[in-house]
Nanobody, 122 residues
Framework: QVQLVESGGGLVQPGGSLRLSCAAS????????MGWYRQAPGKQRELVAT???????NYADSVKGRFTISADNAKNTVYLQMNSLKPEDTAVYYC????????????????WGQGTQVTVSS
């Protein structure tokens, strides 16, 4: 079973920076896409950023110019560098991946991390 392990959440002041990491427990094959979603209390989960095939990126308008997603394809690891953080960025951030369950499989599945809390406050 593919497992996503997240790290890097925490408390930061407005204008500060934080870097999230997520590693997929995959060997011998790769995820097709990885990324980050977030969910604030009382709100629906929303896309933050994704990276497909370790190259093509997509960002929510609210984070463009402030957040950067990157990937280490060999390690099936995705990173989210968050700069100029705002209080409205406060949420639980979830790592996401899409890809095969095992090598040779043509069936794709979605995978989710456990979530890591990011709090931006003075």
């Amino acid at each position: 079973q593919v497992q996503l392990v997240e790290s890097g959440g925490g408390l930061v002041q407005p204008g500060g920076s934080l870097r999230l990491s997520c590693a997929a427990s995959v060997s011998g094959f790769s995820m097709n896409a990885m990324g980050w979603y977030r969910q604030a209390p009382g709100k629906q989960r929303e896309l933050v950023a994704t990276i497909t095939n370790g190259a093509r990126t997509n960002y929510a308008d609210s984070v463009k110019g402030r957040f950067t997603i990157s990937a280490d394809n060999a390690k099936n690891t995705v990173y989210l560098q968050m700069n100029s953080l705002k209080p409205e960025d406060t949420a639980v951030y979830y790592c996401y991946a899409n890809g095969p369950q095992f090598r040779g499989s043509s069936r794709l599945s979605d995978y989710w991390g456990q979530g890591t809390q990011v709090t931006v406050s003075s």
